[in-house]
């Protein structure tokens, strides 16, 4: 049967647990490895060369129990449980009080039975323990698994006519459940199911379930597990044990510092160190009650779910399904500079630890640490903590418990690409990288610093991430860089195929920027792209002693911002280009400097509007501003001392009109606007070159700089005293402005001179 469990607290019957010193716990000396318990259950153990044949026992319907006073197998050694193919289920209790350890082969012939092994005492499988089962094998520590008519006790008197059918329940009396310890390699076969089940859950070894599932579950005290139908993942509702005042009970740690030591000279990956703490050989890191450890693992559907911590060091998680890592407290995950850490999901890759989740994997940037065929997720409702690289085929999450965005921290270096949508809460952390073939959408985001781990090419994403505090987020690519070196699973029918593209176009929301974390440095460039819309808060890429950094967007839709601010106060100001098919509207400005300043580019396929001050002034050099767009509104001012500006229409024949009061379907450049511009560019030029619309000039149109007009078909001056002088072909001056590229001059209602120095035109009108 496939095993798949719920947690439900029932009413605690406990009171406080008291701590006291670590036990002194001697190996034990086994005078027969497995012995039957004399209760009346029938088991019996016959010698068969290397090992036992385990036989007879109670039947009751498709089940049948055994009852062991101690259950061990040494190693090279055989537990051979003998089976019929009427038999669905194999159930054994230990119920001596000493723990079971397992050193050789368990073996079930005879049928295609499911075994179960129950000790309350505790399990160790070690490092030469293996299975050779045909269907599905869960070792527990609970003290009861429960059927419809009732329970088969892990002590005491069982009414076994009444356990027929399939098991619905694992029950654990102990305020602190016993631990499961496997540094063997467990596999069970294709399409069946493994599970561990205990206090505390440590497997330094290997687990195996090819198109199977495995469940590693570490559960509190007085506790019910519910074995749910197959098909549900596993689903533990766990809260803390706490005394009639309703606070919490502390759970002591000494049961695994005495399973330890009953496991003598066993090479179990743990160690207990001089304060009587159990911590894991190879990192160092501790290992509580309540915690799952984990560190190799194959199957198609994998769960591990810990009432405490589940600590992840060096572990190799492969699925072809899906892969959910869980933890009451946190979910911590570590690399070495020895050996990765691979988490690799052919389905959903789903990580949650409910105080925090810890990961750094950065010492083998070869091979992508998170690989998922379908969506991957990271939720707390604390820190999530992630220096990795991540790629998702599917949407990539990080959410908190109510499915909100969640707050992202990196210390070192974060890559995220996905195959779907990206969803975060705020950011803080180095230079970040964000690339989907969906939308975008986070919150605050501040870049403390470059990320250092990264080299790449000149001109690439990398060596910009690895030199500099930059952000990069790419919404709606038509394809993503395949993840590094994934594991060879293809044989075990993963689906994961990177590369896949999404039908609608991606967007980026996100909230406040802010790459000039570090005022003595230069600030970082901000890099934001989608076919999309593109919507931010406040861009601020500014630094006092460094240079601003640049702001680069590119949308296939609208943009939308507040205040974009890269200035520099003793450094140079960084550029700002916004590029949209659809309209931009933004506030402030400012790419100023003591230094060089700046340039600024807005160029829009519809409009453009600016609702607060723009500046491009410099101490030595001011900035150019350019500004595209079918209509243009600035009602704040516009200043670049000393450099130029530009204004022109995206469309080639759309209408220009200099001066009116009101909107109008051309390009209008209103008396308001007209004033807003500063005296001290060194040229204002107006039109394109390649322009095809009428550009009109009415009486009230005052410039305090040059004004160039760039080109259009026809060049239109209403209601005012001209002088034009043609000094070139289509070219020449009218009142100190100058035209070239017009073809057409129109003149108003009172005196035009039309004076030809030279030059030509193709026709021209005095109105």
Do not use: C
Request: cysteine-free; glycine content about 14%.
């Amino acid at each position: 049967m496939k095993l798949f469990v719920s947690l439900i607290i029932p009413t605690l019957l406990i009171g406080r647990i008291s701590h006291a010193a670590p036990a002194q716990v001697q190996p034990l000396v086994i005078a027969q490895a497995i012995a039957p318990a004399q209760d009346g259950t029938g088991t019996t153990v016959i010698p068969n060369g290397n090992g036992w044949d385990i036989q007879d026992g109670t039947v009751s319907g498709d089940n049948l129990f055994h009852s062991f006073d101690q259950f061990n197998v040494e190693p090279n050694q055989t537990a051979n449980f003998l089976t019929s193919p009427t038999i669905h289920n194999i159930l054994g209790r230990i119920v001596g009080g000493n723990p079971s350890l397992i050193n050789g082969l368990i073996q079930v012939t005879g049928g295609n039975s499911n075994l179960f092994l129950m000790n309350p005492a505790g399990i160790i499988f070690g490092n030469g323990a293996q299975l050779n089962v045909p269907a599905d094998f869960t070792a527990t520590t609970a003290t009861g698994i429960g059927f419809a008519g009732g329970w088969f006790n892990a002590f005491g008197v069982n009414d076994y006519t009444n356990l027929s059918g399939s098991l619905n329940a694992f029950r654990f009396d102990s305020s602190s459940p016993e631990v499961i310890i496997n540094a063997g390699n467990l596999a069970v076969g294709e399409g069946q199911n493994l599970a561990l089940v205990g206090g505390t859950v440590v497997s330094t070894g290997t687990l195996t379930a090819p198109e199977g599932t495995v469940t590693l579950a570490a559960v509190p005290g007085t506790s019910l597990v519910r074995v749910s139908q197959p098909g549900n993942i596993l689903s533990l509702e766990i809260e803390p044990p706490t005394d009639i005042q309703g606070n919490p009970v502390p759970i002591t740690p000494l049961m695994l510092p005495g399973l330890l030591a009953y496991g003598g000279n066993q090479e179990l990956g743990l160690v207990v160190n001089n304060s009587g703490k159990v911590q894991l050989s190879n990192s160092g890191i501790g290992v509580e009650t309540g915690d799952v450890v984990v560190n190799q693992v194959a199957g198609e559907t994998v769960t591990f779910s810990a009432y405490r911590n589940l600590t992840l060091v060096e572990s190799q998680l492969v699925t072809t399904g899906d892969l959910n890592l869980l933890a009451q407290d946190t979910v911590l995950i570590r690399d070495s500079v020895a050996n990765p850490f691979i988490a690799q999901a052919g389905g959903n890759l789903y990580i949650q630890g409910n105080q925090s989740i810890d990961i750094l994997a950065l010492n083998h940037l070869d091979q992508t640490p998170f690989v998922s065929g379908g969506n991957l997720s990271l939720v707390s409702d604390g820190i999530i903590s992630g220096d990795a690289h991540f790629a998702s085929n599917g949407s990539f999450s990080l959410l908190n418990l109510s499915g909100e965005p969640g707050n992202f921290l990196s210390l070192y270096d974060p890559i995220i690409r996905a195959d779907g949508d990206v969803t975060f809460g705020n950011y803080t952390g180095p230079a970040l990288l964000v690339e989907a073939t969906g939308s975008i959408s986070g919150r605050d985001i501040t870049i403390t610093g470059p990320d250092t781990n990264l080299n790449g090419p000149p001109g690439s994403d990398l060596e910009l991430l690895g030199t500099s505090p930059a952000l990069i987020l790419r919404a709606g690519r038509t394809a993503l860089a395949d993840p590094v070196n994934v594991l060879p699973v293809i044989e075990m029918g993963t689906t994961f195929e990177p590369g896949a593209t999404l039908p609608t176009p991606g967007s980026i929301q996100v909230g406040r920027i802010n790459t000039g974390f570090d005022p003595t440095g230069d600030a970082g460039p901000v890099i934001l792209e989608a076919p999309g819309n593109i919507t931010t808060s406040n861009i601020t890429a500014t630094s006092a002693l460094g240079n601003g950094g640049e702001i680069s967007i590119t949308a296939g839709g609208d943009i939308t911002t507040d205040d974009l601010n890269t200035f520099g106060v003793v450094g140079n100001g960084g550029a700002i280009a916004l590029t949209a098919n659809g309209s931009i509207r933004t506030v402030g400005i400012d790419t100023s400097s003591n230094s060089q300043a700046g340039d600024i580019t807005l160029e829009s396929q519809d409009t453009i509007t600016i609702d607060g001050d723009v500046n491009a002034s410099g101490g030595t050099n001011s900035g150019n501003i350019s500004l595209t767009g079918d209509e243009i509104d600035f009602p704040g001012e516009l200043n670049s001392v000393g450099g130029t500006l530009l204004i022109q229409p995206a469309t080639l024949n759309q209408g220009i009109r200099l001066g009116d009061d009101n909107n109008s379907a051309s390009l209008d450049l209103l008396n308001t606007e007209l004033a807003n511009l500063q005296d001290g560019f060194s040229s204002i030029t107006i039109g394109r070159s390649d322009g095809t619309g009428t550009i009109t000039i009415t009486e009230s149109a005052n410039f305090s700089d040059p004004v160039i007009i760039a080109g259009g078909s026809t060049l239109a001056s209403l209601d005012l005293d001209n002088t034009w002088n043609i000094t070139g072909v289509n070219s020449g001056t009218l009142n100190n402005i100058t035209f070239s590229n017009i073809e057409n001059l129109i003149g108003g209602n009172l005196t035009d001179n039309f004076i030809f120095a030279g030059g030509s035109i193709a026709s021209f009108d005095g109105g």
